[in-house]
Structure formats: structure tokens, C-alpha cells
């Protein structure tokens, strides 16, 4: 049959809960909700000896307790191949959330595609997920949307989206993300990801040095979500530079208008990662430049860590942030080291790249005049995000002279510290099972 010319709406049905009216006949059978969306699709050679126990029933009585579920059916021969092979066209067709999904499942609702695409790009535009551009001719291939995510050499944040992704994909509902292809582990297992909605694909890809680009970049919208996306000369360079890599899309260009215009129907709620790879990736904490001859107000703490006396300066809008001189003093033991002498700036940009995670790549380190409110003492100096601070000093890579041992030692807090133990080893080994942000919770109580 030809699948153009069928109409589902034309198809007899019964409510779930009158079940008992369906006829005995060889059926492809079409499970649908209060909205019309197909939930589930089946074959039988006896529908209403299917429907008398079918495994679906308690799943879907818990669902029609707010949804009204029906179930229509399209009379077929009883020749059990051919009923197969319907029923493996219609699935692909209507893509029935239900039949992805197990049986014992505790399903409470089905969640439509558009709440799931939104989440979705929600969740992905906070690990600093960028538009690439769109291909809006459809040869082969549907009209194709491609985003990109941050990585720099062998990491990134391919894990957080991978755990991401998984957990969208465990709900009910129409739109799933598929990975259709891994990079192998020794390139850093990156991995590839494409869905689709309404006729458009959406393609999900790791790009190398990507955080370079989101300074310059501009803000588009997909399925009203606003993510970070290349602008047009940002594009037009890439192309030129590499124009082997897009023959394939000739008619790519930067994304302008919205290309899947529905409402806002869902807010993405931040909540702690359950899975342990699934890192929370911010945006870097930027600071706006102060305007030439004007400084920068900040207050400022002093925590105590086993004799280690470290200031913390915070802004007026509660961000917390630790001066160079004092990341400087702890990990060379010199006070006020001079950033142009010692390249400074130099020096934080190779640190941050070379942690274990990308969220701090692209930071734009800079000298600038502040000033303590509490006793107007003026300093210059380059501010470091608190958070940052603590990555840099738990990083045990930075300690050329320690075995690999003594490493894995002070990670799990088993190292036995040495009669006038350096600071910043023993400060290392305290970040390991702390935060210095329980200190300050401490000392504004």
C-alpha cells in the first residue's frame, strides 16, 4: 500500500477502556492519545484476543487517567510476513514513543517532541554548544541544522553530552538523539550526534578551538532556544580556509532565520548531574572591562587552610575571585611577582589548557586596577574565578618532581605530608575532598 494515502482518522477505533468491542480480525493497530499522537503501533492475527492481555494495558491505563488513549486498527490479511513488514513501515512513519521503550518502565506521560527538542537544546546551549550553520537544501539528506561543541586536543565535554543525551533519550517521546559515530579513544572518544524534527535534521559534532570563536560570535535561535552562533565573516573565513570539508554542504551558510518556529513550551531546570561524567560546564566568569581610569570595587575575606593564608576578593555581584599575587606566592613563594617580567598572563593561559577539563579555555586573563571598599586600598593585578583557583591548584600535573605514585596518593588523601611540606602541595591535597567556598559559607555565617 501506498503509506501517502493513508489516513489514519478514517480508521474505526474504541476507547482503551472499551477494549472488549474490538473485532476478531488480522489488524495493524494504532494506539493514540487525546492529541491524535500515535503512542503505539502493534500486529496481531486476533485483535481482540491481543487486547484481552495485552502486555501495554496497565502502562497504558496509568496514562489515560489524564489522556484518553484510543485505539484504531486497519483490517489485513492474516499472512503474519507481510502484517511484519506493515507494521515496520508505519513505526518508521509515526515513530510511536512507546515502542522504544520498555514494558516495566514506570511511563507517567508521553513527552511531545517539542518539549523534548527544547529541553534538549536547553541543556546543550549550557556546555556552550554553538550553531555552526544551516544546509537548507534537501537532496538526499533533509535540510540539515549543525551544532558544535567545544573540545581542545583530547578533551572536552564529550561525556556531559553524551549523559545528556542518554537521559533525553529515556523519555517517552517521538524525538531521540541518535550517535551515529565515536571517535576512538586515543583521538579523546568525541562523539557524534544527529535527531530530527518536522523534516530537519539536527547534526551535533566536536570542533577543534572552538572557544576562539565565541567572543566575536552572535546569538541565533533553533525551536526558541538561544545559543551562541557563528556570524557570517566567522563562517565565510572557515570556508575559505577550508572548502574540501564543505563540498558536501554547498549551500551552508550562518544560520538567520529561526528554522523551527514553535513557542517556548518547556524551561530547561538546572539540577545537580546524576551521572558521574556528566560535568556542569559554565560559561567562563567574564568580567566587563572598567571603563580607562576607573577601577573595580571588590570586598575581600581571608581563609585559613593548615597555616595557608588565602584572600578571596568578591564583586557586587557575589562573584568570588583570587588575585595572581596570591596563586603566585603559594606555587613560587614570591609575593608580588611583576606580570610583565614573568609573563603572567602567558603563564595562566598554558595552565588552564593544559586541565583536564575545557570549561576555563578562553578565559580572558588581564591586569586591572581594583579597590577594597572596607579600608580603600588600591591594587593592580589579574583576578582569577575562585572556581578556576581551585582547579589550578588541585591539578597534580604541575608537580614535575612527584612519582606518579605520590600523585595518586595525595588524589585519594593518603599522602603523608613532610616536615615543612610546600604550600601548594598540601593546599593540592586539601582541594581534593574540599572547597574553599565551604569556608566562606563559614566566615558570612
Known amino acids: 500500500m501506498l503509506l501517502k494515502d493513508f489516513n489514519l482518522s478514517e480508521l474505526p477505533f474504541v476507547y482503551l477502556l472499551e477494549k472488549s468491542n474490538l473485532p476478531n480480525c488480522a489488524a495493524i493497530y494504532f494506539v493514540s492519545d487525546s492529541k491524535g499522537q500515535v503512542i503505539y503501533i502493534g500486529r496481531t492475527v486476533n485483535l481482540l484476543a491481543r487486547w484481552r492481555e495485552h502486555h501495554r494495558f496497565n502502562q497504558l491505563k496509568r496514562l489515560n487517567q489524564k489522556n484518553r488513549i484510543s485505539i484504531s486498527w486497519m483490517v489485513c490479511s492474516n499472512d503474519i510476513n507481510a502484517l511484519s513488514s506493515l507494521e515496520n513501515e508505519f513505526i518508521k512513519l509515526y515513530k510511536p514513543p512507546l515502542n522504544w521503550s520498555k514494558v516495566v518502565s514506570p511511563v507517567i506521560r508521553i513527552t511531545p517532541s517539542e518539549i523534548t527538542l527544547q529541553q534538549s537544546l536547553q541543556q546543550l546551549a549550557k556546555l556552550n554548544t554553538m550553531i555552526f550553520g544551516f544546509d537548507p537544501i534537501a537532496d538526499e539528506e533533509p535540510p540539515t541544522i549543525y551544532l558544535v561543541y567545544p573540545v581542545l586536543g583530547k578533551r572536552g565535554i564529550s561525556g556531559s553530552i553524551r549523559s545528556i543525551l542518554k537521559n533525553i533519550n529515556k523519555r517517552a517521546s517521538v524525538l531521540k538523539w541518535k550517535e551515529y559515530h565515536t571517535d576512538p579513544k586515543s583521538w579523546g572518544k568525541f562523539g557524534y550526534w544527529e535527531t530530527e524534527y518536522n523534516g530537519i535534521r539536527i547534526d551535533l559534532s566536536p570542533v577543534q578551538g572552538l572557544v576562539h570563536f565565541m567572543p566575536n560570535s552572535t546569538c541565533r535561535t533553533i525551536a526558541s532556544v538561544e545559543l551562541m552562533a557563528f556570524s ?214
Open 232 to 445: 557570517h565573516e566567522q563562517l565565510e573565513i572557515l570556508i575559505a580556509d577550508a572548502p574540501e570539508s564543505t563540498k558536501e554542504t554547498s549551500a551552508l551558510g550562518a544560520l538567520e532565520d529561526e528554522p523551527i518556529p514553535i513557542e517556548v513550551v518547556a524551561q530547561y531546570q538546572s539540577s545537580k548531574p546524576k551521572h558521574q561524567d556528566a560535568v556542569q560546564v559554565e560559561l567562563w566568569e567574564e568580567l566587563e572591562p572598567m571603563p580607562e581610569g576607573e577601577a573595580r570595587v571588590m570586598t575581600r575575606q581571608f581563609l585559613d587552610v593548615d597555616g595557608i593564608e588565602i584572600e578571596v576578593c568578591t564583586n557586587a555581584n557575589e562573584k568570588h575571585f583570587v588575585r595572581h599575587n596570591v596563586y603566585w606566592w603559594i606555587n613560587h613563594g614570591e609575593k608580588n611577582p611583576n606580570p610583565q617580567r614573568y609573563n603572567i598572563i602567558r603563564d595562566f593561559q598554558s595552565s588552564v589548557d593544559k586541565l583536564p577539563t575545557i570549561r576555563w579555555s578562553g578565559y580572558r586573563f588581564r591586569l586591572e586596577t581594583i579597590v577594597f571598599s572596607e579600608d580603600d586600598v588600591e591594587v593592580e593585578c589579574i583576578l582569577l574565578p575562585l572556581a578556576m583557583f581551585e582547579d589550578l591548584m588541585k591539578d597534580t600535573s604541575k608537580f614535575s618532581g612527584l612519582s606518579e605514585k605520590v600523585r595518586e596518593e595525595i588524589k585519594s588523601g593518603e599522602y603523608k605530608f613532610q616536615p615543612n611540606e610546600n604550600a601548594n602541595i598540601k593546599l593540592c591535597a586539601w582541594l581534593q575532598r574540599n572547597s574553599l567556598y565551604s569556608l566562606l559559607q563559614t566566615n558570612n555565617s
